[in-house]
């Protein structure tokens, strides 16, 4: 069945950086496009952008250009997201997916 | 960006009736290829979300058919039959036809 199993919740400070994964099994991981969506503590969903699995070519939404990059290892099948220069407000928990399957989601806490 | 607005924010509702959700988009999520890239998505507390609709009307595997969606052009529903304990949450209506894509605000549905 597929799954996407994302890594462990991250405590940072402000200014440090950090790498979340994705890894998806069950289906040919250059099948589908993977997004990353942003949750707020008690806010709503916020779509990032997505990265082609096949091609390796990334879409930022707007308010994720610059500090926010989108990487994969697609031999092991992975999806990776990092952020820089991480700031209080990247305080979230991140899902990665699309095409109907979610990742458990990642909870980053940014504090000094 | 194309914003969409969900009307209520929350709905209470008695166990057994029906739910309704609005989803009203600025601009028309009528692709270029005559495609519909409408989706409906419930997240559960502590949960990641969960696709039940895609493409307007389409149930996704395992989605009961007491989730109908219906819609066109940008104005868009989502209505819930037999209101069941499980189906509680908060429901997201998501476009991806102009990119950026985009989600609504969010519909609490909860016990009346």
């Known amino acids: 069945q597929i799954q996407l199993v994302q890594s462990g919740p991250e405590l940072k400070k402000p200014g440090e950086s950090v790498k979340i994964s994705c890894k998806a099994s069950g289906y040919t991981f250059t099948d589908y496009a993977m997004h990353w969506v942003k949750q707020a503590p008690g806010k709503g969903l916020k779509w990032m952008g997505w990265i082609n699995t096949y091609t390796g070519k990334p879409t930022y939404a707007d308010d994720f250009k610059g500090r926010f990059v989108f990487s994969l290892e697609a031999s092991a099948s992975t999806a990776n997201l990092q952020i820089s220069n991480l700031k209080n407000e990247d305080t979230a928990t991140y899902f990665c997916?699309?095409?109907?399957?979610w990742g458990q989601g990642v909870m980053v806490t940014v504090s000094s | 960006d194309v914003v969409l607005t969900q009307t209520p924010v929350a709905q209470p509702v008695t166990l057994g009736d029906q739910a309704s959700i609005s989803c009203r988009s600025s601009q028309s999520l009528v692709h270029s290829n005559g495609n519909t890239y409408l989706e409906w998505y419930l997240q559960k507390p502590g949960q990641s979300p969960q696709l039940l609709i895609y493409?307007?009307?389409n149930r996704f595997s395992g989605v009961p058919d007491r989730f109908i969606g219906s819609g066109s052009g940008s104005d868009f529903t989502l209505k819930i039959s037999r209101v069941e304990p499980e189906d509680l949450g908060v429901y997201y209506c998501?476009?991806?036809?102009?990119?950026?894509?985009?989600f609504g605000s969010g519909t609490k549905l909860e016990i009346k």
């Open positions: 493409k307007v009307s």
């Open positions: 997916g699309g095409f109907g399957y």
């Open positions: 998501f476009q991806a036809t102009h990119d950026p894509f985009t």
